[in-house]
């Protein structure tokens, strides 16, 4: 066999790799970026979803445009259902909790103006942790938001790795609804109530004294999820 022939067979697999490659992370999805595809047992449950929420979450903001979004940090991702009637006028709207996870005030407040800009707002919810809240200078952060290269989401490692584990972890319960919401301990209320408390007061702790000092806060006698 030639060289040429040689690296002609070479490149031509490689070629059909690729091809492979791509169409499995198109089908399985496994960042929930195309969302057209839900074959349960297969990838219905996105279970590598919460790893690249920072990058996915703008993405989809920006492609269903929703009416209703809830901003914050992990507390509102996990408590505030973006489905709830009540946030969606029956059905009314479109809603997305685009709370995510571990998010600052300075995150959280470029967020809103990214979805100002990229939405068509009626509703906007913002969860807010104790502390100061200045306004912030959001050009550099909100520029890379809402682009995601198409060799990122087909050809990289990091898709390939995320559909063998999406296909792979199936049996796991899911982490987040398709609409942002955080699932966090959702089938062990008092599990959650514990997390919440023991959170919030850590905030409350880290805090300036001269932001809380005159504030008192308290906890419901009975804490509810939707």
């Excluded at 839900?38 to 993405?59: L, R």
């Excluded at 991702?77 to 571990?102: D, K, M, V």
């Excluded at 898709?159 to 792979?168: E, K, V, Y």
Aim: hydrophobic share 35%; charged share 15%; aromatic share 16%.
């Amino acid at each position: 066999m030639s060289p040429e022939s040689y690296s002609r067979i070479c490149l031509y697999w490689i070629f059909l790799l690729l091809i492979l490659i791509a169409i499995i992370n198109r089908v399985v999805d496994p960042f929930w970026y195309y969302r057209d595809l839900h074959i349960v047992g297969f990838n219905a449950t996105k279970t590598e979803f919460h790893s690249y929420e920072n990058q996915i979450k703008p993405v989809v903001l920006k492609q269903s445009r929703p009416e209703v979004v809830i901003f914050g940090n992990s507390f509102f991702e996990i408590g505030l259902n973006p489905s709830h009637p009540s946030l969606t006028e029956n059905g009314l709207y479109r809603s997305y909790n685009f709370a995510i996870a571990a998010s600052e005030w300075d995150k959280v407040y470029c967020h809103v103006l990214y979805a100002m800009e990229n939405t068509n707002l009626k509703t906007v919810i913002i969860g807010i942790a104790p502390g100061s809240l200045p306004k912030i200078d959001c050009t550099v952060q909100n520029k890379s938001l809402g682009k995601l290269e198409w060799q990122t989401l087909l050809l990289s490692f990091d898709a390939l790795r995320g559909s063998f584990n999406t296909i792979r972890h199936q049996n796991k319960p899911a982490t987040h609804s398709i609409d942002g919401l955080f699932y966090y301990h959702r089938n062990n209320s008092p599990r959650i109530e514990q997390v919440y408390k023991f959170y919030f007061d850590r905030y409350l702790k880290l805090s300036s004294s001269k932001t809380c000092s005159n504030i008192t806060y308290t906890y419901p006698s009975t804490w509810t999820y939707p």
